[in-house]
């Protein structure tokens, strides 16, 4: 007997489970713009060298006056390759003789150009104020921009793997509040950063928590629903993202200042954190940490909220401990970090998950660069972008409704990299066919990761589900680092990285079905669960829905 047994006694799909969804749902769409946010706080507006003819109105060289802005312009700042005004260097002395066109003057030599000793000028017509603008990230320091993402996702991999084990160590609700004050307070706090080295500290501070805050979420779901709904929850929780990217392209074209921005996201986690009280813990997760009587306290307390009654009668401690005996007397031995190197059939699934969430997100990346070349509004492109993840992810819960898991996956990652290998050798001048595919791209690896999420879920034991979700996330973030790292490869050649964009998803098809299959199948609750191959018939009456 299985937990799912206990979980049909409080109720497995009832008022409880809608609530906790829905919360999460909030909690999600609210958090994820967070992981965004650099795409508009750090945009890089269009901008010029401060020129002392042309921006300061108190002088008057050579009667200036008479001339309009853009003759100004042309005399004091050089043009570049395609004949636009340069970013970073400007003349050395005003050039009067660029304002006669029509005439020849021999013996001239190149004027002298000089960086901007002066500072910047802006264009602040489409984006009002950002780090950028802020600290001048342009030019020489324009690398410094990087900086922030870098360490944003350093430390999403670094506290994705800590905060993973100690969510098994201390429980799912007690990491959730905490990663939640942490967040809300790291991330208001940088929205009144004084200096860059600052504000990239507490984004690091940030980052270190909102992965594991989202596995934490995912693992609740998952822990509190029977086997025929898991799928459900994490799909609905996949489109919270997608919601939260549109949010905050919304939220972006709305708020063209970067530290109110900052300030207006990162708010409603102080309340996120307030309300993370009445959280439950995983009955799931105490149960098998030898914590029985407080698995049979939330237990209850779930079965109270789902209207059922009399469960003080039937729902008792001895039922408790006859039912899950088993997992019970394993869960006398303590399991650790080290008991995933010495179960061989537990780590290579590790192997197996790390490589596709790899394989995943270093294409998914790889097509944001691309698609950001769509046009210039990218408060537009932000909403079309979750509009389209949002696509992908109902079609991944029709399909994980209906058929096998490895193989809604492989079809997925094999659409996904068909797609991009074919976009790569597309001619330039198709331009409406090579966005059509990259949006398509972009959609099916939305629905492939949230098909992976489902079967990742269903795979890994409740003993050590946060500090192996911990480990997948990590990979995950590597291949999100590695995606714009490998546009390097175009100093070869400029289909290499796309070649291996579309090659990864197509390897990681053939990975997945090198695992098993989960479909209706009840979730491993210990290692021994995993090297025994327990739970490989179908549960009796096992409908989807």
């Not at 005399?75 to 020849?104: A, G, M, Y």
């Not at 530290?259 to 149960?287: C, D, G, K, N």
Request: proline letters at 4%.
């Amino acid at each position: 007997m299985t937990f799912e047994v206990l979980l049909d006694q409080v109720g497995s799909l009832g008022r409880f489970q809608i609530l906790q969804l829905a919360f999460f749902f909030i909690y999600v769409t609210s958090l994820y713009p967070h992981i965004l946010l650099e795409n508009f706080t750090a945009a890089i507006p269009d901008h010029r060298c401060w020129v002392h003819i042309l921006d300061n109105d108190t002088v008057s060289d050579n009667d200036p006056g008479t001339l309009n802005q853009d003759a100004l312009l042309r005399i004091s700042i050089p043009l570049d390759s395609n004949l636009r005004p340069e970013k970073c260097r400007r003349f050395v002395h005003p050039q009067w003789q660029l304002l006669h066109l029509n005439q020849t003057f021999s013996n001239i030599s190149e004027p002298d150009t000089e960086p901007c000793v002066d500072g910047w000028v802006y264009d602040r017509s489409f984006l009002f104020s950002t780090i950028v603008t802020e600290w001048d990230l342009v030019c020489e320091s324009e690398s410094q921009k990087s900086l922030v993402q870098s360490l944003f996702m350093a430390g999403n991999i670094v506290g994705s793997l800590i905060y993973g084990y100690l969510s098994d160590r201390f429980g799912r609700k007690i990491m959730c509040s905490w990663s939640l004050l942490q967040l809300a307070i790291s991330d208001t706090c940088a929205a009144f950063a004084p200096t860059f080295l600052i504000y990239c500290s507490l984004r690091f501070l940030a980052g270190f928590c909102i992965m594991s805050t989202l596995g934490n979420f995912f693992s609740l779901a998952i822990e509190w629903t029977s086997h025929q709904s898991q799928s459900m929850a994490v799909i609905l929780l996949s489109c919270a993202c997608s919601a939260g990217a549109m949010l905050l392209g919304g939220l972006a074209f709305a708020i063209r200042d970067w530290r109110t921005l900052q300030l207006t996201v990162s708010i409603p986690m102080f309340i996120s954190f307030l309300s993370s009280r009445w959280m439950v813990e995983s009955a799931r997760w105490l149960i098998i940490k030898n914590q029985p009587d407080k698995g049979l306290k939330e237990l209850r307390r779930v079965a109270h909220i789902n209207g059922q009654k009399n469960t003080k009668e039937t729902l008792t401690i001895e039922f408790l401990r006859s039912t899950m005996q088993e997992e019970l007397d394993r869960a006398k031995v303590k399991a650790s970090v080290w008991s995933l190197f010495r179960a061989p059939k537990l780590r290579i699934r590790v192997i197996y998950l790390s490589f596709v969430n790899v394989a995943t997100s270093l294409p998914f990346y790889g097509l944001i660069l691309n698609l950001q070349h769509l046009g210039r509004n990218v408060y537009m492109f932000q909403v079309l972008f979750g509009a389209v993840i949002l696509t992908g992810t109902f079609v991944a819960l029709w399909t994980t409704a209906h058929t096998p898991r490895r193989l809604s996956q492989m079809l997925f990652m094999f659409l996904a990299g068909l797609s991009i290998l074919v976009n790569t050798f597309l001619d330039q001048e198709m331009q409406t066919l090579r966005v059509a595919l990259a949006t398509l791209g972009a959609g099916v690896l939305s629905a492939a990761t949230s098909s992976c999420a489902v079967h990742q879920s269903e795979l890994i034991p409740t003993i050590v589900r946060g500090t192996i979700k911990g480990i997948t996330i990590m990979f995950s973030m590597i291949g999100a680092a590695l995606a714009p790292t490998l546009m390097i490869l175009t100093s070869y050649s400029s289909h290499l990285p796309w070649i291996t964009y579309g090659v990864f998803p197509i390897l990681a098809g053939l990975i997945v079905l090198l695992l098993p299959e989960t479909r209706n199948l009840p979730l491993p609750n210990t290692i021994q669960d995993v090297e025994n191959e327990k739970g490989t018939r179908k549960l009796p009456n096992s409908s989807i829905y």
